[in-house]
């Protein structure tokens, strides 16, 4: 119950139905709030008890002085929470081991339970195995529940054990989309009252429900947990960065290509830890499906949320959507009754100003590794060109490896120069290059199945149409299906080499695709059904066929993949793919046509149609109004109604699983997908003081942009490593080694994979990538894997720190990214800046992260990663204050000493109290047992 110091209970009559809302407008000031601010402010309202939230927050709130940095901290309490099922199954696992420990304590474990709703939706299994036949979907749901079968059946006991926590079966779509599909409400209703629907989530792409006016973001696992068990996010006011639109999309234009030029921008700004709000006449122009699209990308550009207020739009979105006429007043009325709804002519204040004139965008990609290196797609030959180099070795190749089909692999419009030297070798370069050439490496591949055909650096080997950014998005998928269908028309065809793949975000899309008659055509250029889920977005690409993969490998080939994902990180999509590119769902399957990034689509034909006619990208691009009037004619309510009317009921598969019955869960040690979580082991029912650190050293000293994909573990468990080789030693078949993310659950698997990505770079060491270090604990240091160094410091009671420089720790992964961290002995780690959800979640498993003095690095410190580390003044927090800086003495082997005082990056109360704790969880356990 709301303390209500400022009198703003009240009711709202909307029709027949009386609700309970808490009313801005009885705090002055709030009224010229930004849209997100306001949600805030009806939080606090709403949450006031006096104590952690109370009236001075609301007055802050309400006082926001948009120039401020920010520094007042407040208390913001979730409304629910999502998973996806990687991040959720450690969640679950999680609580079920609160259980035991509050048991062990004297408490009672129905204690932890949700408290607010919280929905999982499990869609991060499904693997591409099978692609490119008719039978692709059934067999990737067959081999996903044969490897994910032990997990399905303990999450289905998490469903039946804890109170308001609700899964949705596998096969049904992608979380966010799901999320805005079905479970989003925009306005909330609950034990009589209506409030802003917000929502955090275990997915850094939680932000897609930000375009629907729901205020959100993603958190890691740890933060997610207490979230549903009762406690509010701690954070501080944030500047919000008003971005305005005008103008109209220009045809050809497409969202995505929206999307890849607002993540420029807003990378370029800077929008670390800020609201991106949208507003301005041009946001009526944007349709629900775009916005949601760009608030998806929100973790690309690095704000902490992307939001659109509720207008006209979001109301027709959730009509289209099958929500009920009474949920459709309900948010209307409400919006109105708050003064959030968006209203062109009304600009709130904000702290910075960016502009967008819709009308400039042009079509673009983004690669090879970062969503924010946008290139316009007119340029992305040349960009392509000058990439390559830093993929590839530059020199010859064997003449024995030519035929007469090498020339064939090239367009005829950029011929091939060949060149031979004294040795026989030759060198291949298209002659448009002239003398600079690009390196090329013509590979003749026989396929069974394809016949022989030549592969050569470029080569686009995968072409996925998946992710919730795109999806989700009718206009760019009906787009494709329209392109598709005009490709076949021409005579074009996908080259044999791509591996393509089709994976929805909801089932809706392929009825709509069936009812517009474009299936035939995606599937007669290879992209059939392979799965409702993340799967090329996330890794779980699939093996490339065997011929493909052996002729990239055994050749050291530079081979690309192109999707319709919002994330392209090294090492991300396959391990046998090193350049990735995101791109509109047409333009992936104008890729798979060309089969090469080294295209040009305006100056190179595609193929020839029956007459011989050269056929262009833009002979067959649709036009906006055939996209628009097949949307129209082929998208209807009832497919929304239809697919989500029994979500959470599954397919005979799921129904048939057999369940665990308990409110505690009987752990099976054998298991190596669900295993006890150590984190409350040994657990004492008051907190232990907080130790400076001494005699640490470095396990990994990282450069710039290392992202919680270089730390967390996640796709292919590779055969010898080491959590390799714990599977082996409890009897797992290579074939059933699934993937790193599969076996979150088991702390075990996840300890060995963390710091463990192919793409990793430790500079202890010189030019290895992996998950590798030195091993001080053994004379000169050897070269050792990551997690049997730390074992070894362990034993010798070594405490652990890691080095790293600008913004570790962005992208996704994240809760494990922290838990590894802690798991494998580190204490601290010290960086010249951080991400923001990485920072929090560190301090949330017990680790203090630290930054270097502004302007200063491990390199302009002259730390090279042998020294010795001790920390001193982390005991001022025992005191109850948190130290802006600490005393760190690195020490040589020959004894000199390198001293700096690091920045504490422990930002709030909040955040203290977690760390004097050894972390969230076991804050959250010492108060429940309190209560």
């Known amino acids: 119950m709301s303390n209500n110091s400022f009198g703003a209970r009240g009711t709202l009559e909307v029709g027949e139905n009386s609700y309970e809302i808490f009313r801005l407008n009885a ?70 081991t609160m259980r035991e420990a509050i048991t062990a304590l004297g408490g009672d474990p129905n204690k932890v339970n949700p408290l607010s709703p919280a929905e999982m939706v499990i869609d991060h299994s499904v693997i591409l195995d099978v692609f490119g036949t008719a039978n692709a979907f059934e067999k990737n749901v067959e081999l996903e529940y044969q490897r994910n079968g032990e997990r399905y059946q303990f999450l289905r006991w998490g469903q039946g054990a804890f109170d308001d926590f609700k899964v949705v079966p596998p096969g049904t779509g992608i979380v966010h989309q799901v999320n805005i599909e079905y479970l989003a409400r925009s306005i909330m209703v609950r034990n009589g009252q209506a409030y802003p629907d917000t929502c955090v989530g275990t997915d850094s792409h939680t932000t897609m429900e930000n375009g629907l006016g729901v205020l959100g973001w993603g958190v890691g696992g740890i933060e997610a947990e207490a979230a549903m068990l009762g406690q509010p996010v701690s954070m501080l006011i944030p500047r919000v960065v008003g971005f305005k639109l005008s103008g109209e999309i220009n045809p050809g234009v497409t969202a995505t290509d929206v999307v890849l030029t607002v993540t420029e921008m807003l990378r370029e700004h800077g929008v670390v830890g800020k609201f991106v709000e949208f507003y301005g006449k041009g946001v009526a122009e944007v349709p629900l499906a775009n916005r949601a699209t760009l608030g998806n990308m929100s973790p690309e550009f690095g704000s902490t949320c992307a939001i659109f207020p509720i207008d006209e739009e979001t109301i027709n979105y959730l009509r289209l959507t099958g929500r009920d006429d009474e949920q459709l007043a309900l948010v209307e009325a409400y919006a109105k009754e708050q003064g ?44 392509f060109r000058k990439d390559i180099h830093n993929y590839v070795e530059e020199g010859t190749t064997p003449h024995t490896q030519l035929d007469e089909a090498v020339e064939e692999s090239f367009p005829a419009s950029d011929p091939v120069a060949l060149s031979f030297a004294d040795d026989g070798a030759v060198n291949v370069r298209s002659a448009a290059d002239g003398a600079e050439g690009r390196p090329s490496k013509p590979v003749e591949v026989k396929s069974a199945e394809h016949g ?54 909801s089932q809706v899309v392929t009825d709509y695709y069936e009812k517009a008659g474009l299936w035939p055509y995606l599937e007669k250029l290879g992209f059939y059904l392979g799965g409702y889920g993340c799967t090329t977005c996330i890794g779980n690409t699939g093996p490339l066929p065997e011929e493909i993969s052996a002729a990239v490998n055994d050749n050291d080939l530079t081979v690309t993949a192109v999707l319709s994902g919002n994330r392209n990180f090294e090492g991300r999509i396959s391990p046998d793919v090193k350049m990735n590119y995101l791109a509109s769902p047409p333009l992936v399957i104008a890729y ?142 290579r074939k059933d080694y699934n993937s790193l993310g599969s076996r979150r659950g088991n702390h075990e698997v996840m300890i060995r994979g963390t710091f463990a990505n192919i793409r990793l770079q430790n500079q202890l060491l010189d030019g290895v990538s992996g998950g590798y270090t030195r091993d001080f604990t053994q004379e000169g240091g050897p070269q050792s894997f990551i997690y049997d160094a730390s074992v070894n410091y362990k034993e010798a009671g070594v405490p652990l720190v890691v080095l790293g420089g600008k913004e570790y720790g962005s992208g996704s992964s994240r809760d494990w990214a922290a838990k590894g961290t802690v798991l494998l002995g580190v204490k601290a780690v010290i960086t ?32 090279d990663g042998t020294e010795v580390f001790d920390i001193e003044g982390i005991t001022a927090l025992n005191d109850g204050a948190t130290p802006k800086t600490v005393k760190v003495t690195a020490t040589k082997e020959n004894g000199e000493k390198v001293e700096f005082d690091a920045v504490v990056r422990i930002d709030t109360p909040g955040e203290a109290d977690y760390y004097r704790n050894g972390g969230i969880l076991q804050y959250v356990l010492r108060n429940m047992i309190k209560s």
């Open 27 to 96: 705090v002055p000031g709030t009224e010229k709030l930004p849209y997100a601010l306001k949600v805030l402010a009806e939080n606090l309202l709403r949450t006031e008890d006096g104590a952690n939230i109370t009236s001075d927050h609301i007055n802050a709130l309400a006082k926001w002085d948009p120039s401020a940095d920010p520094s007042i901290e407040i208390q913001f309490t979730p409304a629910r929470v999502l998973m996806q099922d990687f991040t959720g199954v450690p969640c679950v696992v999680d609580l079920a």
């Open 340 to 383: 959030m709804w968006h209203d062109p002519e009304h600009e709130p204040v904000y702290s910075e100003y960016l502009e967008l004139d819709l009308g400039t965008v042009v079509p673009s990609i983004a690669g090879p590794k970062r969503p924010q290196d946008r290139i316009l797609l007119s340029e992305s030959k040349v960009a």
């Open 452 to 505: 022989n055909f030549v592969l050569d650096h470029g080569a686009v080997a995968v072409a996925g149409i998946t992710s919730c950014t795109n999806t989700s998005n009718p206009s760019v998928m009906i787009g494709a299906g329209l392109l598709a269908r005009n490709a076949v028309d021409k005579g074009l065809a996908s080259k044999p080499w791509v591996k393509t793949n089709m994976a929805p975000g």
């Open 592 to 733: 798979a046509l060309a089969g090469t990034m080294d295209f040009d689509f305006e100056s190179q034909a595609l193929g020839q149609d029956t007459d011989g006619n050269d056929v262009f990208l833009k002979d067959i691009w649709p036009s906006a109004q055939e996209i628009d009037d097949t949307i129209k004619n082929a998208i209807s309510q009832d497919m929304f109604r239809n697919s989500y009317q029994d979500v959470f009921a599954g397919d005979e598969r799921w129904q048939s699983l057999s369940t665990p019955e308990g409110n505690t869960f009987e752990w099976d040690d054998k298991s190596t997908y669900v295993r006890k979580a150590p984190y409350f082991d040994g657990m004492t029912a008051e907190p232990e003081p907080v130790s400076d650190i001494t005699g640490a050293r470095v396990l990994a000293l990282l450069g710039d942009s290392v992202t919680t994909d270089h730390i967390s573990p996640a796709g292919p468990i590779k055969p010898g490593t080491p959590a390799a080789q714990y599977l082996d030693a409890n009897g797992v078949a």
């Open 832 to 863: 010249e800046s951080f991400e923001r959800i990485h920072r929090s979640n560190l301090i949330g498993m017990g680790v203090v992260p630290l930054q270097f003095p502004e302007g200063e690095s491990a390199k302009t410190l002259g730390l």
